[in-house]
């Protein structure tokens, strides 16, 4: 097999069309959409390319973004530390002290296990998952009876 090595004058162009050649769907169509002779180099490409595309870069997740998590009108609370758990679980680098500060935010307000966590705040995850477990049992036992 014969190797020819690509002129160095020719170097840039090549890099450009091969990374054409790396694209498919959306940023395929994107660059065909650019005028043409409008790229002056290969970081110029590179740079229109994250320029078009930077928006739908995934982010890490952090604890703090627990705070979103609610707990809605009717929502009973066996669904809201479920909904909470889930969410917890997908960020890598959890910190506890704010999960469990985020944990009593996104509780409704007035209901006796918000008003106990106030009155007797717990020092850590596990302390407020046990609370918690006795108040889903309380709530659902208002509900059958």
């Known amino acids: ?73 009717d929502e009973t609370l066996r669904d809201f530390v479920g909904k909470f758990s889930k969410e917890a679980l997908e960020i890598p680098k959890l910190d506890i002290t704010t999960v469990v500060q985020d944990f009593k935010m996104g509780l409704k307000k007035d209901t006796p296990f918000n008003e106990d966590l106030i009155v007797n705040p717990c020092r850590n995850l596990d302390e407020e998952r046990n609370k918690a477990l006795r108040f889903i049992r309380l709530e659902e036992d208002m509900v059958i009876q």
């Open 1 to 73: 097999m014969e190797i020819n090595p690509i002129p160095q004058n020719l170097m840039e162009a090549c890099v450009c069309k091969g990374f054409s050649s790396t694209l498919t769907g959306a940023a395929l169509k994107w660059l065909l959409s650019v005028p043409p002779f409008s790229i002056k180099s290969f970081a110029h490409l590179v740079n229109l390319f994250n320029n078009q595309f930077s928006c739908s870069e995934s982010f890490e997740r952090l604890t703090s973004d627990l705070y979103r998590v609610t707990q809605g009108n």
